[in-house]
């Protein structure tokens, strides 16, 4: 089963390198931080802080994210092992342009996440997300307001441990996502993501580091941050405190 695992990571990234040689491609490159504190068993408050990047520079981007977990019991008693939350946030981007006005973004949202079904030491994870992105261009007294709506699935194996966060060892993440825009003032432009991943975490010292190299195609460019083929290497850190 691992090897398998092994075989179809490694082939992922294949796929995504095989997407650089395309003429309309850029890159992008991400550093994460993710720190959480459970505040009781049903509520965990966390958030994020990282810097992006895009590949040839034409802009560099600042953001942080505080946000709230509640799990409550099972909602649908009818999944095997399933694990549940709701989650609230608001996320706030500020982005450096190298030839037009700098851009805030206040980005609130809110998500449902289930964990179904968990076999052995694989788990997979679904999370629907409703995002209000409200953005604004300095020097300009107007804003720009887009509704989108992201669904992600993620299965990760692991050796050991499929139901803790902070298993010790190495583990193979694999997801893909759909963002559809619901509103916006500009054209439509859905998108799909593929992300293959490696981490490791250490269950005792409660942290774990993941890479993760995405492969991103949307149905038309969206100006200024992703082109129909986007490469995004990322590197995050997670820590529960």
Known sequence: MYRKIQITFFVLINF????NSSDDVTQQIW???????????????????????IIPNSWN??????????????LFNVFNRSQEALHG?????YTFNE??????ELRPYEGY??????????????????????????????????????????AIFHRTKHLVDFANGI??????????????????????????????????????IQ?????????KAESGNFTKNTIIYRLRFNQAI
Do not use: C
């Not at 995504?16 to 997407?19: D, I, M, R």
């Not at 981007?61 to 099972?74: D, N, Q």
């Not at 946030?89 to 981007?93: A, E, N, T, Y």
């Open 171 to 208: 583990y193979l993440p694999v997801s893909v996502e759909f963002f559809i825009n619901l509103y916006s003032t500009e054209e439509f432009n859905d998108a799909i993501r593929v992300t293959p991943g490696i981490g490791y975490s250490s269950e005792s010292k409660l942290w774990k």
């Open 113 to 154: 996440e289930i964990s179904w079904p968990n076999i052995d030491n694989l788990r997979f994870t679904h999370f629907i997300r409703l995002e209000e992105r409200f953005i604004f261009t300095i020097g300009d007294s107007d804003f720009d307001f887009e509704l989108r709506g992201r669904y992600k699935i993620e």
């Open 16 to 19: 995504v390198y095989a997407q």
């Open 99 to 104: 030839d037009k006005p700098n851009q805030i």
């Open 61 to 74: 981007k600042l953001f942080i994210t505080a946000a709230i977990r509640y799990s409550p019991e099972p």
């Open 31 to 53: 550093f994460d931080y993710y720190p959480q504190w459970d505040l009781t068993e049903n509520f965990t408050v966390y958030g994020s802080a990282g810097a992006r990047t």
């Open 89 to 93: 946030g608001l996320s706030v981007f």
């Open 211 to 219: 890479f993760d190299l995405s492969y991103q195609y949307a149905d």
